[in-house]
């Protein structure tokens, strides 16, 4: 069970958060697309993240909901023109943020607070490496509808290269 205070906190304060997060890119030079947005839009691009997070905690890994946020994240992203690869790092640099939070801030001060904070850690990289994979998905459907209506790429071709099966892509 996950500790009521780390769930609402990240629910709360997701902001707060989201400023961590936002911290953390301005340090990835490497993250070109991410680092050219001022500081709110940026803000903006992550502050969902951990109310979602945080009802997940709260009611446990539900695959619609989680699938549904990321998927609609990862489509986001494509129009926007991020590469999938900046996508995925900022996703990762989300989830340190939350870690880093648990170990260092959530009052590791007894060893039943150890122990929660250890099974909270595990509930977030479960979230996280979800969401990745439903990002990627939601990114790859928006790139094979883009590529099929907007470039003219024919659905034979595009069959041979997306392998994936996009059970949201009548969108």
Not at 86 to 108: G, K, P, R, S
Not at 134 to 150: R, S
Request: net charge neutral; glycine share 6%; aromatic share 12%.
């Amino acid at each position: 069970m996950v500790d009521r205070i780390l769930i609402d906190t990240l629910h709360l304060k997701s902001r707060d958060f989201a400023i961590r997060w936002k911290d953390k890119i301005r340090k990835a030079s490497h993250l070109k697309h991410y680092n050219a947005l001022e500081d709110g839009p940026l803000l903006e691009l992550n502050g969902a993240v951990y109310s979602t997070l945080s009802r997940t905690l709260d009611r446990g890994i539900d695959r619609t909901l989680v699938g549904n946020f990321f998927v609609t994240l990862g489509k986001a992203r494509m129009q926007e023109e991020f590469p999938i690869s900046e996508v995925i790092y900022a996703l990762n640099l989300a989830q340190q943020t939350v870690i880093e939070y648990i170990m260092t801030d959530f009052a590791l001060d007894n060893p039943v607070r150890m122990y929660q904070a250890m099974g909270a850690i595990t509930r977030v990289a479960e979230f996280f490496i979800l969401g990745c994979f439903y990002t990627t998905k939601g990114f790859l459907e928006a790139t094979y509808i883009h590529m099929n209506k907007q470039d003219a790429v024919s659905e034979g071709l595009l069959k041979k290269y997306f392998k994936d099966d996009f059970f949201f892509k009548k969108d």
